[in-house]
Every structure is written in structure tokens, then in C-alpha cells.
């Protein structure tokens, strides 16, 4: 028997389970008189009316599996926050199985357990271990193409998993640290003649397929530590209730590298379950009443927060947030944010836009005065574009103008801008020198919390401008770290604060990019060219680089690593591949959005 029959007849088997489930009682009592059915012999009129009639349950259920939680359909959308339904599916433990049967079902009840809230993975379970059992302590996502080994011991009684993880995430979807080789620990007994686990830790471990089936990456929003800007942090949440998911890690506290960048309520330690009911494509946020808000200032800083938290979610177009029955004010009219894109780059000479509006030359060669290198617009919104001219000057590009000076030195980084309105340089060769400038030409020099003896060849800011990755220079290796900013009252970068998280020791380093907010690439020039992407809250990876890949592209628009060969053709990857996007500019980069 081929895979597809195998498969065919596996689900024949779950369909004909859930449509004699779901018949009627009167009809059950039916078919199971039916001698038909009994001895297994259906003639050809029955089969074909059988056969359609598993067609029709396939397609219903599969149907029923993808619609949303609440609110009407809406015709011809797709829901980027659900999966394949059959994920959805999982079965109860089969009489008779054997300790491995078992646990091979035991996974892949996991594999679905948001969607039940391990509902059936608990059957697998003895009674007493089924109430102290906790799986959504954290999940444990093994790389690709790989599942969880299970070696029995003692009389096929223990059982060890083991597992090359690539992320563990907690319950409210931050990044925990984990072993490049993980094991877990199962006991299995007889209960009621049948096999049953006994013993097991918190949480599950799932293969990198199932994990993204059931999770889903998503931003939870703190104001910067001043209230002028939302800033991103990343969480895996179940797309099952994902809405209720996100403020719950909302509502739980930043993620720790954010401290000292961020402001936040006090964390809640009990946070209700039914803290979202959807009315049609309205989400109605019921606040928590240990959540004290004393002012009409914070409760307009929550609502915003919960507002740009839950509409980026298919399904909510408009969000309405209360508290003790009583509806805060709305403190501006909500929409989904609108993604602008803006793209700088050298050609001929002269610095050229592509956007939405415009495309062309943004500066002429004559009006530039000089050889521009890495042209940088602002975030969108803003208006304070950047380049470094001569290698020593970093300049204000102005669309149709001379550019104006705004610091001089030696070896300047590529530029970086933030939505404070502050651009990031300083001498590459020069140990510890990070300066960042304003468009009234003040000067901030940065302190950094450790590595001030070491040069900085590269520095890459994220779009929110307050998480960024360091890379020193140690003799002739690299050593890269995530690092937060840290700033005054009013918005000047006072401190670097290094980080955990980071890269190996790197022999060759060719350029740094944010890719979006929450991912950072690193390529790794030399014979045998690599692109490594860091994460925040999420697993690394490493892939091969374009061939002759010269720089990244920062803040590409599609969200995928782009970088610039030697031949200045700029190349995506996409879909485990590299495919052209375009050629003739120099230096492109586009505005940073969050």
C-alpha cells in the first residue's frame, strides 16, 4: 500500500468516526443495525453514495476547521493566522496500542493541541498526571525536518526523547535558552488494561512544522520609555484565540532586553480568560481590574497599545477597549497602519527615490558635491534623509538641493536613522567612537556598557530605534551582540546596553542589516559566503549567500533578506532561493517601518 492509500484510509477511518459521532441518535441506532455496515459488504450503489458522502464531510470539515472563532464570513479573504485544518485534528489513544503507538499519538495530539487545549493529548495521559500536567509552560520547537526520537528502556516502562532543538519559547511567547541536544523524560503504566503515560514534564515539544501550524508570529506594543513611540516586541502566540494570547503576553511584562528602553504597566499575575469577545470585525477588550490606570493620560496609552496590538490580526477592523463595564475614550480614530514604502539609491552619480508617490532623482550628481555612498531615508513620516559623502562627511540630503553638512570625521559607518530624528555614525576604525547627530547639528556621543576598546565596523539600528546589533573588531575576528538603546527624557541616545543574545566568533564580516524589527542579518563575506539572520524572541538561521554578494539591503519592504551583488544587481531570497529584483543602484535602502 502506497502513502496516498495509507493516508486515504486513515482519514476514511476519522471521517466515518466523526460523521457516526455527529449523526443524530436515531440515525446512529440505524447504522449500526444496518448489516450492511456490520459485516463490512456494501454494494456499488452504497459505496458511491458512501464515497460522496465522506467527499461532502472531507470538504465540511475542513471548511469548519478554517472559519474564525466569532463574526460573520466574508467572502474571498484568507486568514494569514490560520493553518491547514487537518493540523487541527488529533485523535484519542487507541485501545490496545503499545507504549510506542502511544507516543507517537501522544505528539501528534500535541502537534494540535492549541486548537482543543490538549483536550485529547490529556487523554493519553493517567488520571492523576492528566490534572498536574501543564503543556502550555512552554514549547520546545525541534529544527526542521526532524522529529523527536523515542528509545525505550526497563520492560518498554521509560522512555527518553531526545531532540535538536532550534527555539523554545515560554507561555506568553519569549525566547528561553535551551541545549543544542534536549531530552524528555516519559513513564508509562497500566491503567484500566491500557497503556497510559504516567510521568512527564511541562510543556511540549513539537517539530518545526506543527509549531508553525499552530503558532503564529505577532508584535505586542510598550511605549518607549518617553510615550512618544510605540516600539514592537515579537512573541510566538497560538493563532487559536491569538487576540486573547497577545494581551495576555501584552499584559505580562516587556521582554528583557527592552528594560531601561521601555515603559510598562505593572505586570498581572492573574489575567483573565475571556479578556476579548469578537462582535462581527469588532474586538471588545474587557481590561483586567488589577490594571490601575489613574489618569486619562495612561488609559489613552492602553488603549493605544491594545489598539495597535490586536489590529494587525485578520479578521478586527476596529477595536473598543473598557474597563468595570465602562468604555474608555478613544483617543483617535483607528485604522490599520498603512505601510508606506521608500526606497534611496545611488545611480549615475546622482541619489534616485522609488515610493509610492514618486520615483526619480531625489539629488542630482552636480548638487551633491562629492561621491555619495549609502544614501538613508528616515523612518516613514519623517523627513530626514542621510548619506555619507567622501567617506568623512555625514550630510542631510535634500530633495533637489545641496546636501548639508551635518559631521565630520574619519571611516564613517553606514548611516542609521530613528524616529527621534537622530542619525548614527561614527569612525569604523576608531574604538568604542558611536556618535549620533540631529538636524540641529547636536552631537551625542554614546556610551557603550562594555567593548569601548574595541573598533565597531558595523552598526545596525532596528526600525523603532531601540533595539540595534554591535559588531566589534578583535584583531582579525568579529563578535557581534544584540544591544538596546538607552535615552534621556527628551530623546537623546545617551547609552548602548550589550546584550545576550548574539553571533560566533565571525572570521570575515561584509554588512549588517535590520531586516524588520525583530530580525537583524549578518553577511559573512569569504570563500564560502553565508547570510546569518539573529531573532528576537524567535530561531536563528543561516543560509547560503547570493554568489559575490557585496552588502545587505536594510529594511527591505518585503520582509526578506535582500543584498547586492558585485554586478550591482540587488537579489531577494525568497523561498529558500535567490530571485533578482533589480539592477543598476547602488546602495539601496529602504525607510524603516514597524
Given at each position: 500500500?502506497?502513502?496516498?492509500?495509507?493516508?486515504?484510509?486513515?482519514?476514511?477511518?476519522?471521517?466515518?468516526?466523526?460523521?457516526?459521532?455527529?449523526?443524530?441518535?436515531?440515525?446512529?441506532?440505524?447504522?449500526?443495525?444496518?448489516?450492511?455496515?456490520?459485516?463490512?459488504?456494501?454494494?456499488?450503489?452504497?459505496?458511491?453514495?458512501?464515497?460522496?458522502l465522506c467527499t461532502c464531510l472531507a470538504f465540511t470539515l475542513a471548511a469548519c476547521a478554517s472559519l474564525p472563532d466569532a463574526g460573520p464570513v466574508h467572502e474571498g479573504e484568507v486568514n494569514p493566522d490560520s493553518r491547514n485544518p487537518l493540523a487541527q485534528l488529533a485523535t484519542g489513544p487507541i485501545d490496545g496500542s503499545t507504549p510506542e503507538k502511544l507516543l507517537a499519538d501522544f505528539q501528534q495530539a500535541c502537534a494540535a493541541g492549541t486548537y482543543d487545549d490538549y483536550g485529547i493529548a490529556k487523554q493519553f495521559l493517567t488520571s492523576g498526571t492528566r490534572r498536574s500536567w501543564q503543556p502550555k509552560t512552554q514549547v520546545t520547537v525541534l529544527k526542521p525536518k526532524t522529529e523527536l526520537k523515542i528509545v525505550f528502556a526497563d520492560g518498554s516502562k521509560l522512555a527518553t526523547g531526545s531532540g535538536q532543538p532550534v527555539l523554545r519559547v515560554n507561555k506568553v511567547g519569549m525566547r528561553q535558552s535551551f541545549r543544542q541536544e534536549e531530552t524528555v523524560k516519559y513513564e508509562l503504566t497500566k491503567e484500566g488494561g491500557q497503556w497510559r503515560i504516567s510521568s512527564l514534564p511541562d510543556g511540549v515539544v513539537l517539530t518545526n512544522t506543527a509549531f508553525k501550524n499552530a503558532y503564529s508570529k505577532r508584535n505586542v506594543y510598550y511605549w518607549s520609555s518617553d510615550h512618544r513611540f510605540l516600539i514592537p516586541d515579537p512573541r510566538w502566540v497560538p493563532r487559536k484565540n491569538i487576540a486573547q494570547y497577545l494581551l495576555t503576553a501584552l499584559f505580562s511584562a516587556p521582554t528583557i532586553d527592552l528594560e531601561g528602553a521601555v515603559s510598562a504597566t505593572e505586570p498581572i499575575t492573574k489575567i483573565p480568560s475571556n479578556l476579548v469577545t469578537m462582535q462581527g470585525r469588532k474586538a471588545m477588550v474587557e481590561l483586567p481590574d488589577t490594571l490601575r490606570l489613574r489618569s486619562e493620560t495612561e488609559m489613552a496609552r492602553i488603549y493605544q497599545q491594545v489598539n495597535a496590538t490586536l489590529l494587525g490580526?485578520?479578521?478586527?477592523?476596529?477595536?473598543?477597549?473598557?474597563?468595570?463595564?465602562?468604555?474608555?475614550?478613544?483617543?483617535?480614530?483607528?485604522?490599520?497602519?498603512?505601510?508606506?514604502?521608500?526606497?534611496?539609491?545611488?545611480?549615475?552619480?546622482?541619489?534616485?527615490?522609488?515610493?509610492?508617490?514618486?520615483?526619480?532623482?531625489?539629488?542630482?550628481?552636480?548638487d551633491l558635491g562629492g561621491e555619495i555612498t549609502w544614501p538613508t531615508p528616515g523612518p516613514v513620516g519623517t523627513d530626514f534623509q542621510v548619506a555619507i559623502r567622501g567617506g568623512k562627511e555625514?550630510?542631510?540630503?535634500?530633495?533637489?538641493?545641496?546636501?548639508?553638512?551635518?559631521?565630520?570625521?574619519?571611516?564613517?559607518?553606514?548611516?542609521?536613522?530613528?524616529?527621534?530624528?537622530?542619525?548614527?555614525?561614527?569612525?569604523?576604525?576608531?574604538?568604542?567612537?558611536?556618535?549620533?547627530?540631529?538636524?540641529?547639528?547636536?552631537?551625542?556621543?554614546?556610551?557603550?556598557?562594555?567593548?569601548?576598546?574595541?573598533?565597531?565596523?558595523?552598526?545596525?539600528?532596528?526600525?523603532?530605534?531601540?533595539?540595534?546589533?554591535?559588531?566589534?573588531?578583535?584583531?582579525?575576528?568579529?563578535?557581534?551582540?544584540?544591544?538596546?538603546?538607552?535615552?534621556?527624557?527628551?530623546?537623546?541616545?545617551?547609552?548602548?546596553?550589550?546584550?545576550?543574545?548574539?553571533?560566533?566568533?565571525?572570521?570575515?564580516?561584509?554588512?549588517?542589516?535590520?531586516?524588520?524589527?525583530?530580525?537583524?542579518?549578518?553577511?559573512?563575506?569569504?570563500g564560502n559566503p553565508k547570510i546569518q539572520v539573529l531573532a528576537v524572541n524567535s530561531y536563528d538561521e543561516t543560509f547560503e549567500a547570493a554568489p559575490k554578494s557585496q552588502y545587505l539591503v536594510p529594511n527591505p519592504s518585503n520582509g526578506n533578506v535582500q543584498v547586492v551583488n558585485e554586478l550591482g544587481t540587488r537579489l531577494g531570497h525568497i523561498q529558500q532561493s535567490w530571485r533578482v529584483l533589480g539592477n543598476g543602484v547602488s546602495y539601496p535602502a529602504f525607510a524603516a517601518s514597524s
Open positions: 500500500m502506497n502513502w496516498f492509500s495509507r493516508e486515504l484510509r486513515h482519514w476514511e477511518k476519522q471521517l466515518l468516526r466523526r460523521w457516526r459521532k455527529d449523526l443524530p441518535a436515531s440515525l446512529r441506532k440505524s447504522a449500526a443495525s444496518s448489516k450492511t455496515l456490520r459485516n463490512g459488504k456494501i454494494s456499488g450503489r452504497k459505496r458511491l453514495r458512501l464515497g460522496i490580526i485578520a479578521g478586527i477592523d476596529e477595536v473598543t477597549v473598557s474597563q468595570n463595564g465602562k468604555a474608555l475614550p478613544d483617543p483617535a480614530e483607528q485604522s490599520a497602519p498603512v505601510k508606506k514604502q521608500m526606497m534611496l539609491g545611488v545611480k549615475n552619480g546622482a541619489v534616485i527615490e522609488e515610493s509610492d508617490t514618486r520615483s526619480g532623482v531625489f539629488t542630482t550628481a552636480q555625514l550630510v542631510r540630503l535634500q530633495r533637489g538641493k545641496a546636501p548639508q553638512v551635518l559631521y565630520r570625521g574619519e571611516n564613517l559607518r553606514v548611516p542609521q536613522v530613528d524616529p527621534w530624528g537622530w542619525a548614527w555614525t561614527g569612525d569604523a576604525s576608531k574604538p568604542g567612537d558611536m556618535v549620533a547627530v540631529n538636524s540641529h547639528f547636536q552631537v551625542a556621543r554614546v556610551k557603550i556598557s562594555e567593548g569601548e576598546n574595541w573598533k565597531i565596523p558595523f552598526f545596525a539600528l532596528s526600525a523603532p530605534g531601540v533595539r540595534g546589533l554591535i559588531l566589534w573588531q578583535v584583531g582579525y575576528s568579529f563578535q557581534g551582540r544584540m544591544a538596546t538603546v538607552i535615552r534621556a527624557e527628551d530623546g537623546t541616545p545617551t547609552q548602548i546596553k550589550v546584550g545576550k543574545l548574539g553571533t560566533d566568533i565571525l572570521s570575515e564580516v561584509a554588512s549588517a542589516a535590520w531586516i524588520d524589527s525583530g530580525q537583524v542579518a549578518v553577511l559573512q563575506s569569504g
